[in-house]
């Protein structure tokens, strides 16, 4: 195996998380890069070469560098495609119509997902982790917003086990990192429970040996720099 | 090979990202008009396509899709040539995963900072009759220099966004660019050379000129 795959930034980011999940899933060694973000390190010359929007993650394998979480995805289930999961995005026999299936669910991930549910997420951890109050006003708005996706996820996982069809894939795991914050707080838990399809489908998927992995992650206590 | 179908209405920024790309690639298509003003994309007919309810969906044979970019994707990877690789997929591994990077980096930095102004200048007024918020036009318009900044830096190394090739990651900023122009920053473009002279260039392409002409300037 060549030099490690690395990935900068903290675990409890959910891009990151996003990022290690997958790494996880194909079986890919790697390790995780500290980036002291209240130090403002992720605006510095030097990790600005590697993302030049300055947030995480940024990725770095012996072939080349990426950012973007969903771009270092799809492009370790493309370089590591002999390794680990084989069809997080879809099975070659498939061809381009399994793989658009699973990237409608992406997009939806992207665009209809992660908006709201990254605002409240940020207003109920963490906000609280950079000493600034949480705004419960956004928290409520976000929410309404969010049930609404919720409600279309409701009807799509009573039709299909997993968003793109029988199995698990890239689709359900972008969803992960804040599906986790959701279940975890008493604020925004019932989103989840009060849905019978979305619960099951959650309590599955959270099970994965990658996922429990990336928890254990994320609880590892951040080094500080004194 | 029938035509395939999207079903949406050409004046819709998301509609405009899949025919793009269908008039890139020369593919027969039908475009199936969805009254978004009578309220049709939530009619019973249309969730069953997109069950969002929004604009577009898509149907090849029995394959529907929901998801502009998703849409796109596909199209291209079916009608990709040796000549026509918009995903650079037979480039390589990493050629392809720059075209991916700039793309997320359209979702997740240039949307985001370019949208509020197209939607608070021209979508608003227009569907709803709403006044523009200008707070909300300053604040977009701050971000979307800051989000500029780093495109001039990379266009300065790059002669597309992902490369040497015109890719995905350029097709993409045409819809919500295109009506950005229209609204009264477009002279926001004039402080970076490049990204102007990169736009143009898009702009100069035969398949946007024809997309363009469905898409109105004047509100």
């Known amino acids: 195996m060549s030099a490690p795959v690395t990935v900068y930034g903290p675990a409890i980011s959910p891009a990151v998380a996003r990022v290690a999940a997958c790494l996880l899933e194909k079986d890919v060694p790697f390790q995780l890069q500290p980036v002291d973000m209240s130090k403002g390190e992720h605006k510095s010359p030097s990790f600005l070469k590697l993302q030049p929007f300055g947030q995480v993650p940024a990725f770095k394998d012996h072939l080349t560098t990426v950012f973007e979480s969903r771009a270092i995805c799809r492009y370790i289930c493309d370089q590591y495609s002999d390794r680990g999961n084989r069809t997080l995005l879809g099975r070659e026999e498939d061809g381009a119509v399994g793989r658009a299936a699973i990237e409608q669910w992406i997009e939806s991930e992207a665009q209809a997902f992660n908006p709201p549910s990254l605002a409240i997420a940020f207003q109920l951890t963490f906000a609280p982790l950079m000493g600034r109050a949480t705004d419960m006003a956004v928290v409520e708005q976000n929410q309404a917003k969010l049930a609404k996706v919720l409600d279309v996820y409701e009807q799509r996982l009573a039709e299909s086990q997993y968003f793109a069809g029988d199995e698990f894939t890239l689709a359900d795991l972008v969803h992960m990192p804040n599906t986790e914050i959701l279940a975890s707080k008493t604020e925004t838990a019932g989103l989840i429970t009060e849905r019978k399809n979305l619960s099951r489908w959650w309590d599955e998927i959270s099970g994965r040996p990658s996922w429990k992995k990336v928890v254990e992650l994320q609880s590892v206590p951040r080094p500080s720099k004194s | ?219």
């Open chain 2, 1 to 219: 090979m029938s035509p395939v179908k999207v079903f949406g209405h050409p004046m819709s920024t998301n509609v405009a990202r899949v025919l793009l790309c269908l008039e890139e690639v020369g593919a027969e298509y039908e475009l199936v008009t969805v009254d978004f003003l009578a309220g049709e994309h939530s009619s019973p007919q249309h969730v069953q396509r997109n069950p969002f309810g929004k604009i577009p969906a898509f149907q090849d044979g029995e394959l529907v899709l929901f998801e502009s970019r998703a849409i796109a994707k596909y199209i291209l990877r079916k009608y990709r040539t040796a000549d026509l690789d918009l995903l650079a997929e037979s480039s390589g591994i990493e050629e392809s995963a720059m075209v991916d990077v700039w793309t997320e980096v359209e979702a997740q930095q240039y949307y985001p900072a370019i949208s509020p102004v197209v939607f608070e200048c021209i979508i608003f007024p227009v569907m709803r009759g709403a006044a523009t918020n200008q707070i909300v036009v300053d604040e977009s318009l701050d971000r979307l220099r800051g989000v500029l900044g780093v495109y001039e830096a990379r266009l300065e190394k790059s002669r597309y966004l992902a490369g040497d090739s015109v890719s995905f990651a350029d097709l993409n900023h045409f819809p919500f660019t295109f009506y950005f122009m229209a609204t009264p920053y477009a002279s926001l473009f004039d402080e970076f050379p490049k990204v102007k002279a990169w736009w143009e260039g898009l702009m100069a392409r035969p398949a946007v000129q024809r997309v363009c002409k469905n898409m109105p300037t004047e509100f």
